[in-house]
């Protein structure tokens, strides 16, 4: 069971929205049941942690067989067929090898929150902001200089905005005002982000959409977009709980890896 204060010292926005949602809808069906809080507390957090959930089943409980660890690289599958679960070696087990399973394609938050643990190496971990249009833009103009056009870099940003038609091509990419767009996944940054951003910050009048999955006609402008995603992610790193010197580490491997 998380609390409020253990969520609040892990500072991961997406496990407290999550958790607040829960007890919103703990704390009503306590009231129309007559079950106390915590009660409903404890066995959704049991539910969730030990559940199987099949899409065309939905959630039920499976002893013996939920007992199994979690791995993406597992040595069993359970399935569901005919109507029974069964458990099936993807290859021969020793005796006392513990068994392994895949518990789902999810995000380490999700599986912290679940399951209390994050597995090592997780190919569906991502990274995500709220996307704010206006602080992107700033992003984009922050420190910057460019030899090419100086110009372009000293525009009002009170003065920004963004076109309809804009709007549905940074939409496309899954940039859109207030929601939380993906910006980074274990294989780097995600593509979509990078395509939205020359989506919003170009001037191009492109009119495929897929077009700005190519670099920019102008070389200054596809520079002004790789330099906000800098910001952006410098950003984010040095939000961490990390000493100065950490930061500056982590800063300059991805600037030598040219990240």
């Known amino acids: 069971l998380w609390d409020f204060a253990e969520v609040h010292e892990l500072a991961l926005p997406s496990v407290f929205e999550e958790l607040v949602k829960t007890n919103i809808t703990l704390y009503a069906a306590s009231q129309s049941v007559k079950i106390p809080h915590e009660v409903l507390q404890w066995g959704a957090a049991t539910a969730g942690m030990r559940a199987f959930d099949m899409k065309l089943r939905g959630a039920f409980f499976a002893p013996l067989i939920d007992l199994c660890r979690h791995s993406f690289r597992p040595n069993a599958i359970a399935e569901m067929e005919d109507g029974l679960l069964t458990l099936t070696a993807l290859k021969p087990l020793k005796e006392g090898e513990p068994i392994y399973i895949n518990y789902g394609e999810a995000k380490n938050d999700l599986f912290l ?9 997780n190919p569906h ?82 009119q495929k959409v897929e077009a700005f999955e190519e670099p920019l006609e102008h070389p200054e402008e596809e520079w002004i977009v790789c330099h906000a995603m800098r910001v952006i992610y410098g950003h984010l790193i040095t939000e961490w709980e990390t000493t100065e010197d950490e930061d500056e580490a982590l800063l300059k491997m991805r600037d030598d890896k040219n990240l």
């Not at 929150?113 to 190496?121: A, K, W």
């Not at 971990?125 to 200089?145: D, K, L, P």
């Open 113 to 121: 929150l679940t399951h209390g643990f994050v597995p090592p190496d």
């Open 125 to 206: 971990e991502e990274v995500a902001i709220t996307f704010n249009a206006t602080q992107v833009f700033a992003a984009s103009r922050m420190g910057a200089t460019s030899q090419d056009e100086p110009e372009l870099l000293q525009e009002d940003i009170t003065a920004f905005e963004i076109s309809g038609r804009r709007e549905k091509l940074m939409a496309y990419y899954g940039l859109k005002e207030g929601e939380d767009c993906v910006i980074a996944s274990k294989n780097g940054v995600a593509n979509e982000f990078h395509f939205g951003m020359r989506a919003m910050l170009s001037s191009d009048d492109r």
